[in-house]
T-cell receptor, first 114, second 112 residues
Framework: SAVISQKPSRDICQRGTSLTIQCQVD?????MFWYRQQPGQSLTLIAT?????????ESGFVIDKFPISRPNLTFSTLTVSNMSPEDSSIYLC???????????FGPGTRLTVL | GNSVTQMEGPVTLSEEAFLTINCTYT??????LFWYVQYPGEGLQLLLK?????DKGSNKGFEATYRKETTSFHLEKGSVQVSDSAVYFC???????????FGQGTELSVKP
């Protein structure tokens, strides 16, 4: 399985600011995803990060709010823009190879917005 | 659309008790099914998986069988330990885009 790291592991931010979360994988992977886990809730897919092209967003998530980059096969960033307290969540990146049979998750970034 | 429904928690058991966490799904086609576990303060770990009907996934004493006729993937363990205390998520993938759809999670608490 791939080893996935995320930075920062946690942060406390002020309303109206933006935070960029990094996801680094120790090997090249086909697919990278970003999920959100709101307090006490399940995980919801934000978008699929596509290498060399724009991310594919799920219903209810937009690029202006959650811009995503994926410059290569081992790295991606998610930015949470113009934050409000409702954005307080754990943000997780995950990776998979083309077979989709296994998807592995990073440790998550715990974000608190005041 | 595709969806996953898990039994509500929290589930509280005594050590060495038998565990069942129910999971049912709605999906078109032939999804793959997964159980993930999230220990306190940690990230999500893949516990087991099954990719076709009648497959049994197993790991660390946990088992789940992919039942297409009942659209279920119940998680079982014969004898739980305190260290099994965690939140368990059932999930499916439609194998077409990699997207995972998660159930709401079931918190398990095992008492000594």
């Amino acid at each position: 399985s791939a080893v996935i790291s995320q930075k920062p592991s946690r942060d406390i931010c002020q309303r109206g600011t933006s935070l960029t979360i990094q996801c680094q994988v120790d090997s090249q992977v086909t697919m990278m995803f970003w999920y959100r886990q709101q307090p006490g809730q399940s995980l919801t897919l934000i978008a699929t990060a596509n290498q060399g092209s724009e991310a594919t967003y799920e219903s209810g998530f937009v690029i202006d709010k959650f811009p995503i980059s994926r410059p290569n096969l081992t790295f991606s960033t998610l930015t949470v823009s113009n934050m409000s307290p409702e954005d307080s969540s754990i943000y997780l990146c995950s990776v998979a190879q083309r077979s989709y049979n296994e998807q592995f998750f990073g440790p998550g970034t715990r974000l608190t917005v005041l | 659309g595709n969806s996953v429904t898990q039994m509500e928690g929290p589930v509280t058991l005594s050590e060495e008790a038998f565990l069942t966490i129910n999971c049912t799904y709605t999906a078109t086609g032939y999804p793959s099914l997964f159980w993930y576990v999230q220990y306190p303060g940690e990230g999500l770990q893949l516990l087991l998986k099954a990719t076709k009907a009648d497959d049994k996934g197993s790991n660390k004493g946990f088992e789940a069988t992919y039942r297409k006729e009942t659209t279920s993937f119940h998680l079982e363990k014969g004898s739980v330990q305190v260290s099994d205390s965690a939140v368990y998520f059932c999930a499916l993938s439609d194998n077409q885009g990699g997207k995972l759809i998660f159930g709401q999670g079931t918190e398990l608490s095992v008492k000594p």
